[in-house]
């Protein structure tokens, strides 16, 4: 794809960069993030995160795509930054691999759990049939690895039609939808005789829980949520027109983002206490709860498979921009053609996640600092990969990106300097870089 592509329409724009945001780190991640890391304080740390450190970093990397309109590599390259910058490109499309490698397995997941919820969850008729259920899925060898396949095919077909055929006709389709079936979810779990227990684990912060360890994870999740921290916004606003308006896009899809995990907070922890389940089951805790809650609806099974389909979709319009970094990078640096660059990077991708999804079986042996493969890729890239990234890009369009060439780029065409762009310099100077490093100290070492 060349940088004369551009997004055709401005819903197209929002749809693509919401669709990139909300995807399975809304739905599945956050629930069990939030679960595991005390509920309310983490959601409030959380939404702290999004707002101080995800809409500035959200506006950098627009600004450094749609100045330059190239890729990752080709951007820093065109900005004539030093050498040391170009290692944001390459920490991004080294978290590319790492996302695509763990993500495309849950998403393997999600397509089997359509045929699960369509045939009512076979013979389960208790919470503990339904642990067994997912512990054999991720246990076995083939049937996980048939559905993530099958989910790289499709996300790698998408791709390779390009970015206004593939990408903005899907999400200008699939996005309108989630939010209407999410809304339908949460008025079911609101009215669940748990309800009030759930809503106030999601909502009442207990501030004894904010430890180093909840703070990394809450900013881990923030980055990953938003897409933010490797270049997907770099590449995504190389194809926005000039007219787009980056500070309200950026607010936009951090709000709408926001909403859809909060959503999910909604549906998945009310039925969590009506069940009896433990918030903090880690990754299995939406594969384990909401076939609860479909199994006790009328009409469950139809519920259960538009749920599921939601899903992943929702998954499938993240897959699609985590993807098109490493495209867009080997297209205009490599100068390898769309088609063979989809077919040499999905071959990598395809090893990275069959790694991740034998260890839940015969490789749960291999270990590092007591994660599994998967775990490990999953920890590295959100907590380490895209706060670094986003660290070092708030650097460097804070103190040495050319200041005309981001106010202008912030001010709407037409438009004196707005009261807001200082403040987003200021936290891209001071706060964001002071805010990430703290954390990491605290939380890693
Ligand atoms: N934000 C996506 C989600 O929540 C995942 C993602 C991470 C996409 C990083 C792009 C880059 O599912």
């Known amino acids: 794809m060349s940088s004369n592509k551009k997004f055709a329409t401005r819903f197209g724009v929002i749809a693509a960069t919401v669709g990139s945001a909300v995807g399975l780190g809304n739905i599945w991640r956050f629930p069990y993030e939030c679960g595991a890391n005390g509920g309310g304080a983490f959601l409030l740390a959380y939404i702290m995160f999004v707002i101080v450190l995800g809409i500035p970093v959200i506006c950098a990397e627009f600004v450094i795509g749609r100045a330059t309109g190239m890729n990752v590599a080709g951007a820093f390259r065109k900005l004539k930054a030093a050498k040391f910058w170009h290692l944001i490109s390459w920490l991004g499309i080294l978290a590319s691999f790492f996302i695509m490698g763990f993500y495309s397995v849950v998403a393997g997941w999600c397509v089997d759990y359509i045929w699960q919820s369509a045939t009512g969850f076979g013979q389960a008729a208790s919470q503990t049939d339904l642990h067994a259920q997912f512990d054999s899925l991720t246990g076995d060898a083939w049937r996980p690895l048939g559905w993530t396949f099958g989910f790289l095919l499709v996300n790698f077909f998408v791709i390779s039609r390009g970015v206004e055929k593939g990408i903005e006709r899907m999400s200008n389709l ?10 339908a979810f949460c008025l079911n779990s609101l009215l669940m005789p748990g309800a009030s227990q759930g809503l106030e684990f999601l909502l009442k912060p207990d501030f004894s829980k904010l430890t180093p360890d909840v703070l990394l994870s809450a900013m881990g999740q923030a980055f990953f949520s938003l ?5 997907v916004l770099i590449t995504y606003a190389s194809y926005f027109k000039d007219g787009t308006r980056l500070v309200k ?10 909403l859809v995990a909060v959503m999910a907070g909604i549906v998945i922890f009310p039925a969590c206490f009506s069940f009896g389940q433990e918030p903090a089951a880690g990754p299995k805790l939406v594969f384990e709860v909401l076939p609860s809650i479909f199994m006790s609806m009328p009409g469950g099974r139809i519920w259960g498979v538009l749920f599921f389909v939601l899903l992943f979709v929702a998954s499938l319009t993240s897959t699609v921009s985590v993807t098109e970094v490493v ?4 297209e205009g640096e490599w100068k390898i053609s769309r088609k063979k660059a989809t077919v040499l990077y999905g071959i990598g991708v395809a090893v990275t ?3 991740c999804s034998l260890s839940f079986g015969v490789l749960s042996g291999w270990t590092v600092f007591g994660r599994n493969f998967f775990n490990l890729l999953d920890f590295l890239s959100s907590n380490i990969l895209l706060p670094v990234g986003g660290m070092l890009l708030s650097v460097f369009v804070g103190w040495v990106l050319d200041r005309s060439v981001l106010r202008r780029e912030l001010t709407p065409e037409g438009h004196r300097v707005p009261a807001y762009v200082p403040l987003i310099i200021f936290s891209l100077k001071f706060i964001a870089p002071v805010a990430i490093m703290a954390i990491f100290v605290v939380g890693i070492l």
């Open 174 to 183: 699939l996005m309108p939808m989630l939010f209407v079936i999410m809304a």
């Open 227 to 231: 897409s933010v921290g490797m270049g």
């Open 249 to 258: 896009t950026a607010s936009l899809t951090a709000g709408l983002d926001t």
């Open 327 to 330: 495209i867009a990078w080997l």
């Open 353 to 355: 996640a069959a790694l």
